[in-house]
C-alpha cells in the first residue's frame, strides 16, 4: 500500500510517498517559490536529488508537476497514481471539531475554513493543497490530520483562558496545542525503547525547532503544553515571541500606530530568537554568533533555553512528576549546547546529563547522567531510569509535521527523521482511510 503524504505551505510543498508495507520511503520533495518567479522543484529518490525548474503559479500546478515526476520513468516510484491508496495532508489547525484524523470532503474543508483565522500561515495553504488534489486525482481518498487532535484531552482548567467565559461560549477562544502529530509519536516511541507501557509513563517532551513546544504526557494522553489558541503562544521560537504580557502587544500598538495584522506579522515573523538577536532565524547562526562574542545572540539564547526549562517544569507540576524527558525537531535533534543549558536550569529536580553522551547527533540516544534521577516523597523524578533521550525525528520535514499516515501500517517506527514524522502522520491517516477502504 502506497501513500502520498502532503504538507502545503503558502508558496510552497513537501511530500513523501512512503510504501506501507515495506515501510519504506520511497522519494521525498520540496516545491519552492510557488505562485512566484523562478520556482522549482527538488525530488529525492534513490538517495539521489534532481532540480526540476518549473513555472508553477499556484498549488494545483504544482501538484500536477510532482505527479508528473512520481510516475516518470526515470524519476518516477509508481507506475500509475492509482498505486496511491490516499493522499494525507497536514492541517496544522482544527479547532474543537477534529479529535482525529478524518476523510476529507465538502464538510470538513468548510471547518478547516473556519478554523484559519486561529492559524493564518498554515490553514489557507493546506485548503489550496486539498482542493489541488480534488482537481487533479479525483477519485483517491485523502485525509486530513491535525496538529490540534492529540492535544483534545487536556482538562478544562489548563485549557480554558482566565477571560470573560463568555468567549469560548461565543468564538471557542480556549487553548488547543500544536505539534500534536510529534508529541504523540515520540510518546510512543519511548514507551517502545524503554519496553514499558505508555500508561505507565509520565513524559515530558520538547519539540524544539523553527516552531517549538513542549508537551506533558500522562497514560498517553497530552495534559498540558505550552502552545495556546494558536501557534504564536507557548515558548521563545525562530520568529515568534511566545507568551508576552498582553499589554505589551497594545502598548506597542499604540506607540507605533500598527494595525492588529501589522502587530500579529512582527509578532509572528520578526519577533523570537530573530527579534532579540538580530542576526538570523536559524538557531545555529545565532550559536555562532554568540561564540563569537554576539551580545543580542547570547541574550536570545538564554531566553529561548529559560522559557524552555520554565515550561518543563510547568508540566512536572501538571503530572506531579516525571519520568522522561524527550528532545525532537531540529534544535532538539541537533542542537547539544541547546540541550545542555536547558537541562542545567533543571538539575535541583535531579536532571542530569552525559557531556559525551549529548554530543550525539542524528540519531536516537539517551543522553542522561547515570545519577540523574531525584526521589521524592511521592514519587521518583526519573528520567527514564535516568533517561534524558533526544528522539530525532526532525522538525518533521513539514516544520511540524510529524506522523500522518501509520493509519495503514499499524506499528510503523521509522528510522530516519523524516520518514517518522511521516510514519506517525501516516498511522493517524491509514486508520481512517481503512475504514472506508476494507
Do not use: W
Request: with cysteine; proline share 3%; glycine share 8%.
Amino acid at each position: 500500500m502506497k501513500v502520498l503524504v502532503l504538507n502545503s505551505g503558502s508558496s510552497s510543498l513537501k511530500y513523501q510517498v512512503i510504501d506501507m508495507e515495506t515501510e519504506e520511503m520511497l522519494v521525498k520533495g520540496y516545491f519552492e517559490r510557488i505562485g512566484q518567479p523562478n520556482s522549482f522543484l527538488t525530488h529525492k529518490v534513490k538517495g539521489v536529488k534532481h532540480k526540476f525548474e518549473h513555472q508553477a503559479q499556484n498549488h494545483e500546478q504544482a501538484i500536477k508537476f510532482v505527479l508528473s515526476r512520481l510516475t516518470n520513468d526515470h524519476y518516477g516510484v509508481i507506475k500509475d497514481l492509482n498505486e496511491l491508496a490516499g493522499i494525507g495532508h497536514r492541517v496544522v489547525h482544527g479547532g474543537e471539531k477534529f479529535s482525529d484524523a478524518v476523510i476529507i470532503d465538502d464538510n470538513v474543508i468548510e471547518e478547516i475554513k473556519r478554523c484559519s483565522e486561529l492559524a493564518p500561515l498554515h490553514n489557507p495553504a493546506a485548503i489550496l493543497g486539498m482542493e489541488a488534489c480534488r482537481k487533479v486525482v479525483p477519485n483517491v481518498k485523502m485525509v486530513a490530520v491535525f496538529d490540534t487532535a492529540f492535544h483534545q484531552t487536556l482538562p478544562k482548567e489548563r485549557y480554558i483562558f482566565p477571560i470573560p467565559y463568555e468567549y469560548y461560549e461565543k468564538y471557542k477562544v480556549r487553548k488547543y496545542g500544536f505539534h500534536g502529530t510529534s508529541h504523540q509519536y515520540v510518546s510512543q516511541r519511548v514507551a517502545e525503547l524503554m519496553q514499558k507501557d505508555i500508561k505507565e509513563l509520565k513524559i515530558i517532551n520538547c519539540h524544539l525547532g523553527q516552531g517549538a513546544s513542549v508537551c506533558a504526557i500522562q497514560d498517553g494522553k497530552s495534559v498540558e503544553t505550552s502552545m495556546g489558541l494558536t501557534p504564536l503562544g507557548g515558548i521563545v521560537m525562530g520568529t515568534r515571541s511566545g507568551d508576552l504580557d498582553p499589554s505589551v502587544v497594545t502598548y506597542i500598538m499604540q506607540k507605533e500606530g500598527l494595525s492588529y495584522k501589522e502587530a500579529e506579522g512582527i509578532l509572528n515573523k520578526e519577533s523570537g530568537a530573530y527579534g532579540v538577536s538580530m542576526v538570523s532565524v536559524d538557531f545555529r547562526d545565532i550559536e555562532v554568533d554568540a561564540e563569537s562574542g554576539g551580545h543580542h545572540a547570547k541574550l536570545a539564547l538564554d531566553i529561548f533555553h529559560d522559557t524552555v526549562a520554565s515550561y518543563i517544569a510547568k508540566c512536572m507540576v501538571a503530572m506531579n512528576g516525571v519520568d522522561v524527558i524527550t528532545f525532537t525537531a531540529g534544535v532538539g535533534e541537533k542542537g547539544p549546547l541547546s540541550r545542555k543549558a536547558i537541562c542545567e536550569k533543571l538539575e535541583f529536580f535531579g536532571v542530569k546529563i552525559d557531556e559525551e553522551k549529548n554530543k550525539t547527533r542524528g540519531e536516537e540516544a539517551e543522553i542522561s547522567s547515570p545519577n540523574s534521577f531525584l526521589h521524592s516523597k511521592h514519587n521518583s523524578l526519573r528520567l527514564a531510569s535516568g533517561y534524558i533521550l533526544r528522539i530525532c525525528i526532525a522538525c518533521i520535514i513539514f516544520s511540524g509535521i510529524t506522523i500522518f499516515f501509520a493509519l495503514l501500517s499499524k506499528n510503523s517506527i521509522a528510522s530516519n527523521c523524516d520518514f517518522a514524522a511521516f510514519k506517525l502522520f501516516t498511522s493517524l491517516a491509514t486508520s481512517q482511510l481503512s475504514k472506508r477502504v476494507i
